[in-house]
């Protein structure tokens, strides 16, 4: 049973161009979590998918970010017309079901933009 | 408001010792969990406490929960340098559809 796993590991941008980034979560997991680490700082929460709806998106920027998680395939999370402020790591992490159990995260995608 | 507050920010140790790292929070939750994260690495789940439990053990790991206090601490015995890292607390809420909130971190360094 493959782990969370998160591609690409890194990602170089340059400003103004469109950054995807992928999840695939554990297998039978069904909720999926994006959250961004910033140099030197901890975890931001930034949107809680289930399939197919995003259940809570109060961390995500209100403009050029978008994720998804769609019924077949990895949820991706996507940042539109990128700037240098968006250099950080992007985490996911997936869970059964409730945050009952551990969530497991992916190794995480560093993005950077130059 | 960040849920999760972890104390100190760093804390530097011989090899051999105790680390003691401890986690305030603000709302009463369902679940607190500990995460490690080595530099530049991804994180790695070390340990989960249930609101009604009061502390757990996990290897050379002990963790413990007063909800009275909103608090839970981390104790890692006889330290290794391996153990070098970032340790986060997070909690969650328990409603229906909650999200995990992590704290700032303690950044840990053992000396060899």
């Known amino acids: 049973n493959a782990g969370v796993m998160q591609n690409p590991r890194h990602l170089v941008r340059r400003r103004g161009q469109e950054a995807r980034l992928r999840c695939s979560p554990m297998?039978?997991?069904?909720?999926v979590y994006w959250y961004r680490q910033l140099p030197e700082e901890g975890l931001k929460f930034m949107v809680y998918l289930q399939k197919e709806n995003i259940i809570d998106e109060s961390g995500m920027p209100k403009e050029r970010f978008s994720a998804e998680f769609p019924k077949e395939g990895p949820s991706i999370l996507r940042i539109q017309q990128v700037v240098r402020g968006d250099s950080a790591a992007y985490f996911c992490?997936?869970?059964?079901?409730?945050?009952?159990?551990?969530?497991?995260f992916g190794q995480g995608t560093r993005l950077t933009v130059v | 408001s960040q849920q999760g507050e972890e104390d100190p920010q760093a804390l530097s140790i011989q090899e051999g010792e105790n680390a003691t790292m401890n986690c305030s929070y603000k709302?009463?939750?369902?679940?607190l969990q500990w995460y490690r994260q080595n530099s530049g690495r991804g994180l790695v789940h070390l340990i989960l406490i249930r609101s009604n439990e009061r502390e757990k053990h996990s290897g050379r790991l002990r963790v413990t929960l007063d909800t009275s206090k909103k608090s839970s601490s981390l104790l890692i015995t006889a330290s290794r340098a391996a153990d070098t890292a970032s340790y986060f607390c997070?909690?969650?809420?328990?409603?229906?559809?909650?999200?995990?909130?992590f704290g700032p971190g303690t950044s840990l360094s053992v000396i060899p």
């Open positions: 297998k039978g997991h069904s909720h």
């Open positions: 992490a997936s869970s059964g079901n409730r945050l009952t159990t551990e969530a497991f």
């Open positions: 709302t009463s939750i369902n679940n």
């Open positions: 997070a909690t969650d809420r328990g409603t229906s559809y909650d999200k995990v909130i």
